[in-house]
Nanobody, 121 residues
Framework: QVQLVESGGGLVQPGGSLRLSCTAS????????MGWYRQAPGKARELVAT???????NYADSVKGRFTISRNTAKDTIYLQMNSLKPEDTAVYYC???????????????WGQGTLVTVSS
């Protein structure tokens, strides 16, 4: 079992910055991908960014150049630095953990409880 604990959401003005954190604990697989997804009111959950244990990243086009995902492998923690925030970034942000076997077979995924980011003046 893997548990995720998120922190860092809040209210910020347009153009401002926030940093989200997510720490995984429990039975951590040596091969895993962690990331952030978000869900705005009335919309489907969407990918924001992911990062492998080796540091390879993937971003949604809507956040490229503004958001940066990073990882502290020793602490099983990922971060999402969000700059130049826009009102359309308002959403609940969910941390995601995906586990793979040594042969890169997908095993399971875990979601965090979500943290609300509100961008408003």
């Amino acid at each position: 079992q893997v548990q995720l604990v998120e922190s860092g959401g809040g209210l910020v003005q347009p153009g401002g910055s926030l940093r989200l954190s997510c720490t995984a604990s429990g039975s951590i697989f040596s091969i895993n991908v962690m990331g952030w997804y978000r869900q705005a009111p009335g919309k489907a959950r969407e990918l924001v960014a992911t990062i492998t244990k080796g540091g390879s990243t993937n971003y949604a086009d809507s956040v490229k150049g503004r958001f940066t995902i990073s990882r502290n492998t020793a602490k099983d923690t990922i971060y999402l630095q969000m700059n130049s925030l826009k009102p359309e970034d308002t959403a609940v942000y969910y941390c995601n953990y995906r586990a793979y076997t040594s042969s890169f077979t997908y095993r399971f995924a875990v979601w965090g409880q979500g943290t609300l980011v509100t961008v408003s003046s």
